[in-house]
């Protein structure tokens, strides 16, 4: 009985010890719900890279393409056109050069493209500054003077040789072009300012001024280029006494210059091509780096011949480097500008339009 018994526990003991093996077998092929403790202790290989070496996912933003206008130009022959001549050249024989295409328009008076300008037919002119703002005011706003690109260009030349200053003009008699516009103005207002009296008279064309000294009734004149140079040319007793852009600012009390011309342009194209002007702005600035450039003077002085804004190319060599040719843009070009056309008004309100314009006449790139 007692060995029976023990027979009996043995078997027992057997039975769950084979259940303990089937138990454990069966654990070992079921997934752990446990976190391994592998995984959160050692970081995997793209867990250790910063966020800043994450490639973005964003796509790179292309640069915006640049949209081509087709501008309309016009200008003045003679030293209002010339800052151009490098731009026409280019536009004529190098197009691809360019994003945009223009078409150039060249009067001889102004009057020959006042109606299109205020039509909107063109979308910037290079007109005298008085014009630009005659414009601004019969347009009521509608163009803007965005850049100065001609000094004066107006010179007092004599056979005298006792004049060195403005006070040795006083009590002489000065021929001049211009009566009721830009040169009667000038010179009124730097003898004012010097406290000089002269008797200016006027006549109606530079040849007419050349032939009174060509006949000595004449001794002493203030004519603009490239009449100053064709002159000096046709006469070797006249020379240069003084030029009045220097002149005027001597005297000047409100940061004015003697400006001549401005590049105008229509608010419309402003508003729907500001990428177009600025290229514009960019190109006509390089154009006047370019004619102003010594090494190009013969260049220059030849397209001024071929494209009809001055004569003869050797009176445009003569002439090139007395126009006063710049391109100023800005709050430069607005202090120019501004007392400039305040003169004007002063001395005869029609002269710039009858109104004396704002600061709105202005366009100052952002």
């Given at each position: 009985?007692?060995?029976?018994?023990?027979?009996?526990?043995?078997?027992?003991?057997?039975l769950?010890?084979?259940?303990?093996?089937?138990?454990?077998s069966?654990?070992s092929?079921?997934?752990?719900?446990?976190?391994?403790?592998?995984?959160?202790t050692?970081?995997?290989?793209?867990?250790?890279?910063?966020?800043?070496?994450?490639?973005?996912?964003?796509?790179s933003?292309?640069?915006?393409?640049?949209?081509?206008?087709?501008?309309?130009?016009?200008?003045?022959?003679?030293?209002?056109?010339?800052?151009?001549?490098?731009?026409?050249?280019?536009?004529?024989?190098?197009?691809?050069?360019?994003?945009?295409?223009?078409?150039?328009?060249?009067?001889?008076?102004?009057?020959?493209?006042?109606?299109?300008?205020?039509?909107?037919n063109?979308?910037?002119?290079?007109?005298?500054?008085?014009?630009?703002a005659?414009?601004?005011?019969?347009?009521?706003?509608?163009?803007?003077?965005?850049?100065?690109?001609?000094?004066?260009?107006?010179?007092?030349?004599?056979?005298?040789?006792?004049?060195?200053?403005?006070?040795?003009?006083?009590?002489?008699t000065?021929?001049?072009?211009g009566?009721?516009s830009?040169?009667?103005?000038?010179?009124?207002?730097?003898?004012?300012?010097?406290?000089?009296?002269?008797?200016?008279?006027f006549?109606?064309?530079?040849?007419?001024?050349?032939?009174?000294?060509?006949?000595?009734?004449?001794?002493?004149?203030?004519?603009?280029?490239?009449?100053?140079?064709?002159?000096?040319?046709?006469?070797?007793?006249?020379?240069?006494?003084?030029?009045?852009?220097?002149?005027?600012?001597?005297?000047?009390?409100?940061?004015?210059?003697?400006?001549?011309?401005?590049?105008?342009?229509q608010?419309?194209?402003?508003?729907?091509?500001?990428?177009?002007?600025?290229?514009?702005?960019?190109?006509?600035?390089?154009?006047?780096?370019?004619?102003?450039?010594?090494?190009?003077?013969?260049?220059?002085?030849?397209?001024?011949?071929?494209?009809?804004?001055?004569?003869?190319?050797?009176?445009?060599?003569?002439?090139?480097?007395?126009?006063?040719?710049?391109?100023?843009?800005?709050?430069?070009?607005?202090?120019?500008?501004?007392?400039?056309?305040?003169?004007?008004?002063?001395a005869?309100?029609?002269?710039?339009?009858?109104?004396?314009?704002?600061?709105?006449?202005?366009?100052?790139?952002?």
């Amino acid at each position: 009985m007692k060995r029976r018994i023990i027979a009996l526990i043995l078997a027992v003991m057997m039975l769950a010890a084979l259940a303990g093996c089937g138990s454990g077998s069966t654990t070992s092929a079921e997934p752990s719900t446990e976190p391994s403790t592998a995984a959160s202790t050692e970081p995997t290989e793209a867990a250790s890279v910063e966020p800043s070496e994450v490639p973005s996912e964003e796509p790179s933003e292309e640069p915006a393409e640049e949209v081509p206008a087709e501008i309309k130009v016009a200008a003045m022959k003679g030293p209002t056109a010339i800052g151009l001549l490098g731009l026409m050249d280019k536009s004529d024989n190098t197009p691809d050069e360019l994003t945009d295409s223009y078409t150039f328009t060249l009067a001889d008076a102004p009057d020959e493209v006042t109606g299109d300008i205020i039509q909107g037919n063109f979308d910037a002119a290079v007109v005298p500054t008085n014009l630009a703002a005659t414009l601004y005011n019969r347009t009521e706003g509608k163009v803007k003077i965005v850049a100065n690109v001609t000094l004066g260009t107006l010179y007092l030349v004599t056979t005298r040789d006792d004049i060195s200053s403005v006070s040795d003009l006083e009590g002489l008699t000065i021929w001049s072009t211009g009566q009721n516009s830009t040169p009667e103005y000038a010179i009124a207002y730097i003898l004012e300012k010097n406290g000089v009296t002269a008797d200016v008279q006027f006549a109606a064309e530079p040849s007419e001024i050349a032939g009174l000294f060509a006949a000595g009734t004449a001794d002493t004149a203030v004519l603009p280029q490239p009449f100053v140079s064709s002159l000096l040319m046709q006469n070797e007793n006249i020379h240069v006494a003084l030029d009045l852009t220097k002149e005027w600012s001597a005297v000047s009390e409100n940061g004015s210059g003697l400006v001549m011309s401005a590049v105008i342009v229509q608010q419309a194209f402003i508003d729907e091509h500001p990428d177009a002007l600025a290229r514009f702005m960019s190109e006509y600035e390089a154009s006047v780096e370019w004619v102003t450039d010594e090494a190009n003077l013969d260049a220059a002085a030849q397209l001024t011949e071929s494209y009809g804004i001055v004569g003869k190319a050797a009176m445009a060599k003569a002439a090139i480097p007395q126009c006063n040719i710049v391109f100023e843009s800005g709050e430069s070009m607005k202090a120019l500008s501004a007392g400039f056309i305040e003169v004007l008004y002063n001395a005869n309100p029609q002269s710039v339009g009858g109104t004396l314009p704002g600061d709105d006449l202005y366009y100052i790139a952002q």
